[in-house]
T-cell receptor, first 116, second 116 residues
Framework: AQTVTQSQPEMSVQEAETVTLSCTYD???????LFWYKQPPSRQMILVIR??????QNATENRFSVNFQKAAKSFSLKISDSQLGDTAMYFC?????????????FGKGTHLIIQP | DGGITQSPKYLFRKEGQNVTLSCEQN?????MYWYRQDPGQGLRLIYY???????QKGDIAEGYSVSREKKESFPLTVTSAQKNPTAFYLC???????????????FGPGTRLTVL
């Protein structure tokens, strides 16, 4: 079984600052996907970024980037130039590759607050 | 518009009653999922279905039942056997299939169930 751990229940930063959210995972699989989802107050789950485990290059989507350390089983999310609209719950999630119709395993989330 | 709909948005139930949550998708996806979200917890997988007339238990299936008679519909019944049903329930779908490529899961807006 896979586990995902997010050790920061809540973080708060000033607008325009850079913030890094931590995620570690445990698995015996060698091929898998990792994700960061955003859940704003509307509670709609929004995919922020994904990383394929077989890719060494870290994924980037505009202001969002990841630091994927496969050996350390670490997958952190960096948000640059943070904006008020980034305030949300952020969940790290894991999925086995090839098990494309299996479910996601989520961490407990980090509540990120961007202060004006 | 293609997407996933869940109804109702809010649902109240008396103790001892069964209740059914609706999930419909028009994305032509084969796979569908039900997740439960509690405060301070990530999403946990209840049931998933990879194809019509087939479904599997997730991590917390006790007290729940599902059916998959149509490709576009995956209703979840919360039975009286579920001891703590008050939670936020999210439905998701993906293309499905055990493919080596990534299958993104798309989420519905959720149903908030409260037991009175």
């Amino acid at each position: 079984a896979q586990t995902v751990t997010q050790s920061q229940p809540e973080m708060s930063v000033q607008e325009a600052e850079t913030v890094t959210l931590s995620c570690t995972y445990d698995t015996s699989e060698s091929n898998y996907y990792l994700f960061w989802y955003k859940q704003p107050p509307s509670r709609q789950m929004i995919l922020v970024i994904r990383q394929e485990a077989y890719k060494q290059q870290n994924a980037t989507e505009n202001r969002f980037s990841v630091n994927f350390q496969k050996a350390a089983k670490s997958f952190s999310l960096k948000i640059s130039d943070s904006q008020l609209g980034d305030t949300a719950m952020y969940f790290c999630a894991f999925m086995i590759a090839g098990g494309g119709a299996d479910g996601l395993t989520f961490g407990k989330g980090t509540h990120l607050i961007i202060q004006p | 518009d293609g997407g996933i709909t869940q109804s109702p948005k809010y649902l109240f139930r008396k103790e001892g009653q069964n209740v059914t949550l609706s999930c419909e998708q028009n994305l032509n996806h084969d796979a569908m999922y039900w997740y439960r979200q509690d405060p301070g917890q990530g999403l946990r997988l209840i049931y998933y279905s990879q194809i019509v007339n087939d479904f599997q238990k997730g991590d917390i299936a006790e007290g729940y039942s599902v059916s998959r008679e149509k490709k576009e519909s995956f209703p979840l019944t919360v039975t009286s056997a579920q001891k703590n049903p008050t939670a936020f329930y999210l439905c998701a779908s993906s293309i499905g299939g055990h493919l080596p490529t990534y299958n993104e899961q798309f989420f519905g807006p959720g149903t908030r169930l409260t037991v009175l």
